[in-house]
């Protein structure tokens, strides 16, 4: 069965960072690109962004470019996602999204993590 | 970006009832669209990819239909347990984006 388990949520002050993890399990981990998600509570759902299967091509949205970084370990079978500089308003359910896509980003979203809670307040 | 309007907003509906949502791409996305189903707590869920084709082991009572700029999302035969959130999505370009999202409750 496949699964993707997030941490590393929590609870940080404006400008500091965090570093967020997603664990695969049930599939050829290197073989697929993978995605972050988020979803303010009780608002609607924003791509943040996407890393191919080797690593070696990642993508961003403007709105994390620049203070967001990617990147995988295939030999753990997990995601990361590097935040800094974090603000109020990346404040958000993050979800970790596998991609059938292994060379390219597709955005074909189909299996997700149950998400990890980022807190941005003082 | 390319925006996705998604309507209505909200939809009450009875059992049994058959339930239209339609996704409106600013601009051609051939067929590359997704629609998710989403309960209050829980992760999304994919039901439909490719515009039209459902996701293995959604029931058949859910279906999807077109291409361009235009989609439709349908449930023949509303049941309790669809109850949830629905958002399509499109793939064609980054960055990728959502609709707005269409809440759907039991009459």
């Known amino acids: 069965e496949v699964q993707l388990s997030e941490s590393g949520g929590d609870l940080v002050q404006p400008g500091g960072s965090l570093r967020l993890s997603c664990a695969a399990s049930?599939?050829?981990?290197?073989?697929?690109?993978m995605n972050w998600v988020r979803q303010v509570p009780g608002k609607g759902l924003e791509w943040v962004s996407g890393?191919?299967?080797?690593?070696?091509?990642?993508y961003y949205a403007d709105s994390v470019k620049g203070r967001f970084t990617i990147s995988r370990d295939n030999s753990k079978n997990t995601v990361y996602l590097q935040m800094n500089s974090l603000r109020a308003e990346d404040t958000a359910v993050y979800y970790c999204v596998n991609d059938p896509g292994s060379r390219v980003v597709s955005g074909a979203f189909h299996i997700w993590g149950q998400g990890t809670v980022v807190t941005v307040s003082s | 970006d390319i925006q996705m309007t998604q309507s209505p907003p909200s939809l009450s509906a009875s059992v049994g009832d058959r339930v239209t949502i339609t996704c409106q791409a600013s601009q051609d996305i051939r067929n590359y669209l997704n629609w998710f189903q989403q309960k209050p707590g829980k992760a999304p869920k994919l039901l439909i990819y490719d515009a039209l084709n459902l996701e293995t082991g959604v029931p058949s009572r859910f279906s999807g239909s077109g291409s361009g700029t235009h989609f439709t999302f349908t449930i023949n035969s509303l049941q309790p347990e669809d109850i949830a959130t629905y958002y399509c999505?499109?793939?064609?370009?980054?960055?990728?984006?959502f609709g707005q999202g269409t809440k759907l409750e039991i009459k």
């Open positions: 049930g599939f050829t981990f290197s073989n697929y690109a």
């Open positions: 890393i191919i299967g080797r690593g070696t091509l990642t």
């Open positions: 999505q499109h793939y064609d370009n980054f960055p990728f984006t």
